[in-house]
Structures are given as C-alpha cells and as structure tokens.
C-alpha cells in the first residue's frame, strides 16, 4: 500500500509501520526496509533475493517486460554498428564515453599490460592438461593479486584504471594460454599492433609458423559478443563480485569469485549446456521435439537452455542482436551449421507451445552465443570463459561502484531459522 506521500504503510500485530518508498529514474519503485527489523523486530523473506533491490546503480538499466537494455543509458543496439569492446568497457567503468585522448590512453594501458608474469605463466605447466578453463581462469584472475600487490588496496582513480587495464587486457592472454595447453600447443605471446580482439585471436589460433588471419566480420562478431556480454546489472556473477567486494576484498579477488558463479549452468554455463543440447538432437540423441517435451517434464531436470530469464519476460534484446549477427558471419564464412537450423526450430517451437508461452519463456543470450563462437572457432568448453572476459568490465564497474560509496556496508543478509530449537549436547556413548 503507498499513500501520497510515498511512503508504504506496514501493518503487524495491530501496529502501524511508515516505510519510504525510493525512486529510480527508472524501472520499478521500492520499499526501504532497512530500518524494518530495528523499528518492528520482523525481518523479510526473499529467496534468491527475486524481489530485492540490493544497491543503487547508475550502471546498466533493464526493463525486462519491454526486452530494454542499456549501458549508461545508451540502448545496446547502438553499440552494433562500429563495434569497440574496449570503448564500452571504459563507458562502464567511468560512467561516459571515453574521449579520443582516454581511448587511446586505456587502449595504450591494456597493450602494456598483455604479457602474463613468468611466474603466473610458469603455474600453467602444474595444472592438468584437461582441466577446466573456468577453474583456471578463477585462479589465475585471483594469483594475479600475488603479482601486483600494489592494487590490493585501491584508492585513488589513476590506481584503479591501472588495475582494470590489467584485468581487462591479461583475461585473454590467461584464457589463450589455458586453451593451448589444453590442445598441447605452445603459448602465442600477444601482439602488441594488434586490437584487443584480434590479438586475442592470435593468441588463441595463431601457431609459431602461421599467423591467424582475422577478417573484419569476425572481428566485429567477437567485439558484439563481447559487449553484448559486459553487464547485466545485477545478476548472479555481478552479485558474487559485489558481495566479495562488500568486506572489502580486492578487485582480483572479487572477480575471481564472480567467474565461479558464471561457471553454473543456470547462468554462463548455459552457452555450453545449448551447444550441448543441439548436438546431442543433430546426432539423433533425442529429435527437437522430444527436447520441449523433456524440457516442460517437471519430473525431469532437463530445461531448454538458451531459454528463460529472471528479469526478462520478452525476447533478450541480446540474443536478436546475436540471433542477427550469427547470419551474417555464416554468409561471410560462407558456412553453414546444423546446429543453427536446429536452434530456430527449437525456439519455433518453444514460441508456439502453451508452457513456453504461458511463462514467458524467449531466447536469452546464450542461446545463439555458443553457435556463433563455434563459428569462429572457439571450442564448447571456452564459451563461458568468452562470456567471463566480456562482462569483466561490468564486475570491475560494479565493485568500484560499490568501492567508492561511502555508504557500503558488508554484505549480511538474514535467514528464517528452520532448524531445532535448543537441545541437549549428547555425549558419544549416549547417542
Ligand atoms: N526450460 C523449461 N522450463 C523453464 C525454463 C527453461 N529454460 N526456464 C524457466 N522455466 C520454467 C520454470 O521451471 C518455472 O516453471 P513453473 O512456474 O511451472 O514452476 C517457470 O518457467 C518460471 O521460471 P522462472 O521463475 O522465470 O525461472 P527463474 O527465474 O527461477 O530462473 C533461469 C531463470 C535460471 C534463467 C531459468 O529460466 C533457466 O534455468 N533457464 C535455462 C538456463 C539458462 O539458459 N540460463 C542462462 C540465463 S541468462 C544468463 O545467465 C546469462
């Protein structure tokens, strides 16, 4: 109930609570509770926090009914045409569209910054070859506070876009490296006359005799893919990174924790769960409409991966920028893959069934993401490390949002307790 004055009123045992109502400059009001349990001895009761805004943010706006999103503002459509990673990290970081000076400044930082330490280069050697690049990548992004501990502590802003550039530009070296000892080969060093997406290229395909050679389309898909990806306020992997740095955790080591929670395949993990999907129904595993049936079994695990989101009720304005994307990179290639024919079919007849109707289920960003990586070469199990170093500059955006409000405070939810109330300790020989 909210009266005129914007405040809700609270009714319990009889008694009568006034809480503020904020505003945003969009998207839905919300009940300050903060004082709740201090003022009326109750707590709320919110699992997976579906209905809780936990911060302020003037990063990344989303209206989840209408299929919106934007960067600071700026709708991502926008971003389609001259795609530039590396911009629309700064954007997100600093909160506007660098200048030509601060592009080139940040992209001067990220080329200086490429090479990986010999020492973090040298752990490489000690992992198993068939371990998995999410793993690798989590520890690695965290060793990299061993090897500049002069950002453990961050305080001033020419410290933290140093520390960013490195996150941002040694993400693709640590990714290409945990991919070639995967595959045995030897380690491309970066190129620093090359761009951000195309020396990640090289790093991940180039061999000592032969230079991969990157085309324009491929890469533009891969700054979309990208930039598609950069942040999605605040989802399961940016919470992640917000809580860690809500005790005042370092920049490496939030982001670490932020790659854990994108490795699960309700979340970032879905790209690979897709692709998964789609070639187990090309190789006869299960035909696409046996797929939808399993996935409206309620008894069954089984989900249509690519489909479904907390916040979108609408078509992932992401996934029809990718959906668009894929078919322009197929006819450049001049290739052709099964598995994009199966996903429109499967999504075909997602959008014709009741279930998916009914709950307003649509394509999310994972559901073209993995084909069009796979296009361009990227093997199933580095899909997710593509969506972690995309939303990279969303997590860094988002801690130092957090950093420097003055008013952060650890994060410390409460719970219901469920369990016995006081009982007995027992000792051993009486149990
Ligand atoms: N397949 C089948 N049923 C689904 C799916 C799906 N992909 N997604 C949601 N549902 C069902 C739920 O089981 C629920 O059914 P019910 O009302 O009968 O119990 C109903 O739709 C509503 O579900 P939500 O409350 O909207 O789902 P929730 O917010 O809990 O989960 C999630 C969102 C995890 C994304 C879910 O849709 C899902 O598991 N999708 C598949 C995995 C996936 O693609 N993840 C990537 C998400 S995007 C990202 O992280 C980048």
Redesign the pocket.
């Known amino acids: 109930m909210s009266d005129k004055s914007d405040k809700a009123v609270l009714i319990i045992d009889g008694k009568r609570y006034e809480l503020p109502i904020i505003a945003g400059t969009e998207g839905p009001r919300a009940i300050d509770i903060t004082r709740l349990y201090e003022t009326a001895g109750v707590t709320t009761f919110d699992p997976s926090l579906a209905n809780t805004a936990v911060c302020r943010s003037e990063i990344t706006f989303i209206d989840g009914e209408q299929g919106i999103l934007r960067y600071r503002g700026i709708p991502i459509e926008q971003f389609v045409d001259k795609p530039n990673f590396v911009e629309v990290a700064w954007l997100l970081i600093f909160g506007r569209l660098p200048n030509r000076e601060e592009l080139t400044r940040f992209s001067e930082l990220l080329t200086a910054n490429e090479l990986l330490h010999e020492g973090l280069k040298a752990q490489f050697q000690q992992i198993p070859v068939d371990a998995p690049p999410m793993a690798i990548l989590s520890a690695t992004l965290n060793n990299l506070a061993c090897y500049h501990q002069q950002f453990l502590s961050i305080e001033d802003e020419e410290s933290f876009e140093a520390a960013a550039a490195r996150l941002i530009s040694k993400v693709r070296t640590i990714a290409a490296f945990s991919y070639r000892r995967f595959c045995g080969l030897p380690f491309i060093y970066p190129d620093p006359k090359l761009r951000y997406c195309a020396n990640f290229l090289h790093m991940m395909f180039s061999i000592p005799y032969q230079q991969y050679v990157v085309t324009p389309e491929v890469e533009d898909a891969l700054n979309l893919v990208f930039i598609l990806h950069a942040d999605h306020e605040q989802?399961c992997s940016t919470t992640t990174a917000r809580i860690v740095g809500s005790a005042r955790a370092n920049v490496f080591a939030s982001c670490a924790a932020a790659v854990c929670a994108l490795w699960g395949p309700?979340?970032?993990g879905?790209n690979v769960e897709v692709v998964e999907m789609l070639e187990r129904i090309h190789a006869g595993g299960m035909t696409a409409e046996e797929c939808i049936r399993m996935?409206?079994d309620?008894t069954n695990p089984f989900?249509?991966?690519?489909?479904?989101?907390?916040i979108y009720r609408n078509y992932d304005p992401r996934a029809k920028i990718l959906k668009e994307v894929c078919d322009r990179v197929f006819a450049k290639l001049q290739r052709k893959d099964p598995l994009l024919d199966i996903a429109r079919k499967l999504e075909e007849l997602a959008l014709s069934d009741p279930y998916f109707i009914e709950?307003r289920?649509y394509p999310?960003?994972?559901f073209y993401s993995g084909i069009l990586l796979r296009a361009i070469g990227f093997p199933t199990n580095m899909f997710t490390v593509c969506f972690a170093i995309g939303r990279l500059p969303g997590w860094i955006a988002q801690w130092r949002e957090q950093h420097i409000d003055p008013n952060n405070r650890i994060v410390r939810p409460r719970q219901v307790y469920t369990g016995l109330p006081e009982t007995k300790y027992l000792p051993i020989d009486q149990r």
């Open positions: 989802n309700l979340h970032g879905a996935a409206k309620k989900r249509l991966y690519g489909f479904g989101h907390r709950r289920l999310n960003v994972d």
